[in-house]
């Protein structure tokens, strides 16, 4: 998993140190960064300019010459670009500065440097570039040309860093996280251990109770018909729906992860699955036959084809998402072709369950589908993420404009999965680690982890959140204290062992008549 250090920031504000620090400190604590990748590395000099004119260039016609605001000064550039305009606003590397990428697609390790020079005897004092040039990949910047000049939105300020405009001024790193560890599949998660890992406060995202007067029970009713494979299932309806782009923050952290913006509904969507770890799927409501829906395994050799276009049969142990008359999406997978959102849809199903690990990971492969979700609930999902992802996405897509709420949201949960109650030995945990530690001391690396803890004589009275769901005994909270005390720092001690050494007396006898 990929995860920016600008992301993680805005849950733990007082993370103030370099990637390497970073790295090293939480691969020291049991999350090993991979990979890190400065996106801002040999991006110098590079502003916003504003094109206040062009005209051609006397001596070759696929060349420009362009007079361009920068700010402080107005500058010419010569540019063999076609794409810009009067009164754009586009990237300009200034005399000295750097770019990523040179124009034969490259990337030498120092960056590209530019200077100022003359095309064709007229002089040009930098470079306006395209978004392949500064790193980007065309793929995740929609608004990007086939071929030419990046062009920044109207209205974009002049002189600014562009760099950090386009999200470029943040370091990515790559996470190994083992499947027990299932809390880490999630930006959040991986804030919190960041905090732990660094003493700093962490803070969740904001999340509220939003909805208007009406009442979701009279637009959409969900019945459960298989609990054993979807352990969770809520649903609300969002009415009106406007498309539009999403803001620039949204759009720069989806990009980091490298998730295409699409529009504000989509990205609200891929945005909780990454922020929370909770997949997320939308329905058309109009499309949901007697504006019901049912969850149960499909018949066998029914037939279904996927948002894709591809036709699958299907057979009894796979899990489907059904209305008043058909299957409408393969539980956990991917949605249907026939209920697919489109830019006409009006009103919004938008969905949030917990499906059953080993089930979604057997189907998809029997269907031969992997997709973002199924890799999510393949790890075993905790059940009440469902109610925190859904507030989320809802208090989203109203501070966005996206839509409106309507009020209540259909949960079903049959058996609520509750926090367990642990008790460990502090001196057992001691005795495993070869450490010192007082409860006050095991308690101060347990907090920040969101377990709970109560220091009772030897004991360390513990209430283990549900998305902890690796923590079951003694060895699992000495890993967690030991994680956070650090590695580095336990003491290196032989093990105790009941063995006395010395030789065999017949063994020395031998040697003794060995050596004679």
Known sequence: MNTSMNWLRAYVPGLSVSGQEFRDAMTLAGNKVETMEDLGEN?????????????????????????????????????????????????????????KVAHDGSKPKEGVEIHAGKLRGVPSNGMMCSIEELGGEKNLFPEAPESGLYIFPEGTPVGEDAPALLGFRDILHEYEITSNRVDCFSVVGLAREAAAAFGQAFHFPEIKKVGNEEELSDYLTVELKDSELCS???ARLIKNVRFAPSPSWMQIRLRTAGIRPINNFVDITNYVMLELGQPMHAFDYEDISGQKIRIERAEDKEKFVTLDGVEHELDSSILCIKDGEKTIALGGIMGGENSMITDKVKNVVLEAACFNGTNIRLSGRKLGLRTDASSYFEKGLDPNLCEMAMDRACTLIEELHCGEVVGGMVDRYPVKKEEKHLSVSISEINNLLGLHLSGEEMKAYLLPLEIKTEVKGDSLELVIP?????????????????????????????PLSSTVGGMHPNLALNRSLRHL
Do not use: W
């Open 43 to 99: 991006l110098e000099k590079i502003v916003t300019g504003k094109i206040l004119s062009l005209e051609k260039h006397p001596d070759a016609d696929k060349l420009s010459i362009c007079q361009v605001d920068i700010g402080n000064e107005q500058i010419q550039i010569v540019t063999g670009a076609q794409n810009m305009k009067q009164g754009d606003v586009v990237p300009v590397v200034l005399d000295g500065g750097k770019v």
């Open 232 to 234: 969770r299932y809520t």
């Open 466 to 494: 549900t998305f902890r769901q690796d923590l079951e005994r003694m060895a699992d909270i000495a890993e967690e204290v030991a994680r956070y005390y650090g590695y580095d720092k336990i003491p290196s001690t032989l």
